[in-house]
């Protein structure tokens, strides 16, 4: 099993771009996740899914958008990239409330 | 809202014991976790702690919950340069709908000197 993937690995974006941050988990995981994370600021939820086609907001939702088409797949998307929203994002999933699998990562730099 | 604290930096020398502690404010949170997150890598699950209990021991690792002071704290016995990581307290919580979330402390980066 390869767990949690995501794909880049690392994405340098101009200002007003846009990207899809891709997380796979091949662990037939409900629950899936969004977090990122900046220094001294641990991580934080961005957005989640219980369920394929069902997403919520998590604590910072504002300029992002996801999507939940297959229940092994979760999206993160970008319409308008601002430099605030450089950080690293980190996808994870479960199978119930208890422990989360983290992917390795994104590095996403916006100029 | 829910909120898990911790100190940030924590230094010791190769052999000793750490202790991480940690603070939170749910006091509904039915797990507490700790997670260790290495240079360039994701976060990966070390222990668990059911409400219920009081400690935890899992070969090095003890960890101690005070329910009463909402205090939990990580102990590393006999540690080691491979130690050296991100080191974050998180707490779970019933956000509605049939779904719980993870709130995390901000990490406390030890560093362990040969």
């Known amino acids: 099993n390869a767990g949690v993937t995501q794909t880049p690995k690392f994405r340098v974006l101009k200002t007003g771009q846009s990207m899809t941050l891709l997380c796979a988990q091949d662990?037939?995981?409900?629950?899936m996740y969004w977090y990122r994370q900046d220094p001294g600021m641990g991580l934080r939820l961005i957005h989640y899914?219980?369920?394929?086609?069902?997403?919520a907001k998590g604590e910072v939702p504002d300029g992002y958008n996801v999507s939940r088409l297959k229940k092994q797949n979760f999206l993160l998307g970008l319409e308008s990239a601002a430099p605030s929203q450089t950080s690293v994002y980190f996808c994870a999933s479960s199978s119930s409330y208890n422990e989360q699998f983290f992917g390795p990562g994104t590095r996403l730099t916006v100029l | 809202g829910e909120d898990v604290e911790q100190s940030l930096f924590l230094s010791v020398r190769e052999g000793d014991s750490s202790v991480i502690n940690c603070t939170y404010t749910?006091?509904?949170?039915?797990?507490l976790y700790w997670y260790k997150q290495e240079p360039g890598a994701g976060l990966q699950l070390l222990t668990y702690?059911?409400?219920?209990?009081d400690m935890k021991q899992d070969q090095r690792l003890t960890v101690l919950l005070n329910k009463k002071d909402k205090h939990l704290s990580l102990r590393i016995a006999d540690t080691q340069t491979g130690d050296s990581a991100i080191y974050f307290c998180a707490e779970i919580a019933y956000s509605g709908a049939g779904s719980y979330q993870l709130t995390f402390g901000k990490g406390t980066k030890l560093s362990v000197i040969p």
């Open positions: 662990m037939n995981h409900e629950y």
């Open positions: 702690i059911f409400s219920n209990m």
């Open positions: 899914s219980v369920g394929e086609g069902t997403t």
């Open positions: 749910d006091s509904s949170s039915t797990y």
